[in-house]
């Protein structure tokens, strides 16, 4: 069976992808306590990528070392919304999953502090 959903193409699959894609930042504002703090992080740390990177690549590697750890936290979450949907109760599998996320969301961490202290650390010592 075809997904009905799937046989949309051109413009308007751009423009069903767009909303689709602002429900899931919306749901992941509202349900997600460990988005709304890295958002929140972002909101300080890409500004001050912006005005302490001294040219174009330390800006990308500053302001996309943050936008990697939303988008790692927004795949985690899915991740753990769908370890949820298909059950709640306590499986090997299901923690392994949901451990395996939060792993990476910790490296993401991991990378934005050391682009972050690697570009800038040099001119703060």
Not at 12 to 24: C, D, Q
Not at 87 to 101: M, P, T, V
Request: proline letters at 2%; glycine letters at 8%; charged letters at 15%.
């Amino acid at each position: 069976m075809i997904h009905p959903h799937k046989g949309v193409t051109g413009v308007r699959r751009l423009w069903n992808a767009f909303f689709y894609s602002a429900s899931g930042l919306a749901a992941a504002w509202r349900h997600e306590a460990a988005f709304r703090q890295e958002v929140l992080l972002a909101v300080v740390t890409v500004p001050l990528g912006f005005w302490l990177g001294t040219d174009g690549v330390e800006r990308a590697l500053l302001v996309g070392s943050i936008f990697l750890i939303l988008i790692v936290e927004l795949l985690n979450s899915a991740v753990e919304a769908v370890v949820d949907r298909v059950s709640i109760e306590n499986h090997e599998l299901s923690k392994r999953a949901k451990d395996i996320g939060s792993a990476a969301v910790l490296l993401a961490l991991a990378n934005a502090l050391t682009v972050w202290v690697c570009l800038l650390g040099p001119r703060v010592i």
